[in-house]
């Protein structure tokens, strides 16, 4: 049976930077499938490196800045063999906190620790800021998130 992780990346003192451990708050009410781990790893982004070649699929869930309109939603898709193939990928940045999801890909791959798929669930924040709470337009993309993450555990 393939294990698949579901992590959270974010800092929840910087407003829409929480999305990923928000995320995971609300899916720890829900019963996951055998197999599932959700995993809140807020910005340790080189314990997450570690961790992450344990398991046959990861879907990260982030706040993802590229510049478009506040609370759309992306979803990205990688294999373990694109990040071997990419050295040059800890040069790319679109995340947001110090955990920086692409250094975390990029020490994964480094360390051949690299899961054989790999989903990036994030969202264009609004405001990242010193502050608690989502914003509205973030905080309206989280049912469709959860959808997205449900829909990667099939």
């Known amino acids: 049976m393939p294990t698949i992780l579901i992590c959270g990346l974010g800092n929840t003192l910087k407003r829409d930077d929480g999305l990923g451990p928000r995320v995971i708050t609300e899916l720890e009410k829900q019963a996951m499938?055998?197999?599932?781990?959700?995993?809140?790893f807020g910005i340790s982004?080189?314990?997450?490196?570690l961790e992450i070649g344990?398991?046959?699929?990861?879907?990260?869930?982030?706040?993802?800045?590229?510049?478009?309109?506040p609370g759309q939603?992306?979803?990205?898709?990688?294999?373990?063999k694109d990040l071997l193939q990419s050295p040059s990928l800890a040069d790319f940045n679109f995340s947001l906190h110090e955990?920086?999801?692409?250094?975390?890909m990029a020490t994964s791959a480094f360390l051949n620790m690299c899961p054989g798929e790999i989903t990036i669930i994030g969202c264009e924040p609004a405001d990242?800021?010193?502050?608690?709470?989502?914003t509205?337009?973030?905080?309206?993309?989280?049912?469709?998130?959860i959808e997205l993450v449900l829909a990667e555990l099939k």
Do not use: H, W
């Open 33 to 40: 499938p055998e197999g599932v781990c959700l995993a809140d």
């Open 45 to 49: 982004g080189f314990k997450c490196s």
């Open 54 to 69: 344990d398991y046959d699929k990861v879907v990260f869930i982030d706040a993802i800045q590229m510049d478009k309109k």
């Open 73 to 80: 939603v992306y979803r990205l898709y990688l294999t373990g």
């Open 99 to 104: 955990s920086n999801l692409e250094r975390i």
């Open 128 to 134: 990242i800021t010193f502050g608690v709470g989502l």
């Open 136 to 145: 509205p337009e973030v905080e309206q993309s989280i049912d469709q998130i």
